[in-house]
């Protein structure tokens, strides 16, 4: 069983453009992180949120989860080509289990 | 910035053979993990380790494999006999607090032939 789905599976857009990943659960999550995995490399944390509704941002990045602790959506605003990666939510359920999305791949075009 | 070493970078062996792949965490983190990403797939989480004993794992962490911290710096994961469908790539990964962030090593790529 799947526990996180993120949508899209893959994205491919322009330089500049703005774009929201998804993250999906039908679990409660009491934390949920989001990294970034380059061809080859480990995944990279880019943030934690651990309250319903918490909102943080990096820079161009803005990271949200829902209020419920069910999902999470993470938007780039103009994103340029070093943002182009695998992109992974992973979150730790109530029963302290740690669990990764199915990711989304994108690609960011010059 | 404190960084998880894992040793080798590429490792190819035979079927049948066992490895150990190996891992420093960072020094003042007290948990530890394995995961697997087979090419092309999904991040799998193996097992967790917190107080020299394991605390979880996933039904892909058989009797085949096992972990150890034999020192107060090392993490390994051995695979007594490896199969043609261990060919993954195998991430360390540490946490200060379990659930809150996880720094991940570069990863093991090991293949089996």
């Known amino acids: 069983t799947q526990l996180l789905e993120q949508s899209p599976q893959f994205l491919s857009i322009q330089e500049g453009e703005n774009l929201t990943v998804y993250c999906n659960s039908s679990?409660?999550?009491?934390?949920l992180q989001w990294y970034r995995q380059e061809p080859g490399e480990g995944p990279v944390l880019l943030v934690t949120v651990v309250t319903g509704g918490e909102v943080k941002k990096l820079k161009r990045l803005t990271f949200q989860f829902g209020d419920a602790r069910k999902d999470s959506s993470l938007h780039i605003t103009a994103a340029q080509p070093g943002d182009t990666g695998l992109y992974l939510c992973?979150?730790?359920?109530?029963?302290?289990?740690?669990?990764f999305g199915t990711g989304t791949s994108l690609t960011v075009i010059p | 910035e404190p960084e998880v070493t894992q040793t080798p970078s590429h490792q190819v062996t035979q079927m049948g053979q066992e490895v150990i792949l190996r891992c420093v965490p960072i020094s003042n983190h007290l948990y530890f993990y394995w995961y697997r990403q087979i090419l092309g797939q999904k991040v799998e989480f193996l097992v967790s380790?917190?107080?020299?004993?394991?605390?979880?794992k996933s039904e892909i962490f058989d009797d085949q494999f096992s972990v150890e911290r034999p020192d107060g710096s090392n993490f390994t994961l051995k695979i007594r006999s490896t199969k043609l469908e261990d060919s993954a790539m195998y991430f360390c990964a540490s946490s200060e607090k379990g659930g809150y962030g996880y720094t991940f090593g570069s990863g093991t790529r090991l293949t089996v032939v």
């Open positions: 380790f917190y107080n020299n004993e394991i605390s979880e």
């Open positions: 992973a979150g730790v359920n109530t029963g302290n289990q740690f669990y």
């Open positions: 679990s409660v999550f009491s934390s």
